[in-house]
């Protein structure tokens, strides 16, 4: 069974850091892209940051962008995201998620739909 879990997520002042891991197991991690997703209350689940099945390439919301990092350690399964410069309006459940799609080149892909595994989430406050 595949299976996605969380960790690291929690409360934080506005301009510190969390660093989130998921770690993976019953799916080929290597192979797969991984992306983080995050959603607010009241709010739909919005793309976060992505990586390709290798780690050579990702991509970032513009919201993010410079100030989180999303990085992978396929040896271990797990999958992280490492975030600066928190603010409140970072605070979300955040979810690991994995796009089972074999690509035939080292990509990923931002939307929700593409992603076929999720973990539970983990919830970020980030208060000013």
């Known amino acids: 069974q595949v299976q996605l879990v969380e960790s690291g997520g929690g409360l934080v002042q506005a301009g510190g850091s969390l660093r989130l891991s998921c770690a993976a197991s019953g799916l080929a991690f290597s192979i797969y892209a991984m992306a983080w997703f995050r959603q607010a209350p009241g709010k739909e689940r919005e793309f976060v940051a992505a990586t390709s099945r290798r780690g050579d390439n990702t991509g970032y919301a513009d919201s993010v962008k410079g100030r989180f990092t999303i990085s992978r350690d396929n040896a271990k399964n797990t999958v992280y995201l490492q975030m600066n410069s928190l603010k409140p309006e970072d605070t979300a459940a955040y979810y690991c998620?994995?796009?089972?799609?074999?690509?035939?080149?080292?990509?990923?892909?931002?939307?929700?739909?593409?992603?076929?595994?999720w973990g539970q989430g983990t919830q970020v406050t980030v208060s000013s």
């Open positions: 998620a994995a796009d089972r799609r074999l690509y035939s080149t080292d990509t990923f892909r931002v939307d929700l739909g593409s992603y076929d595994y």
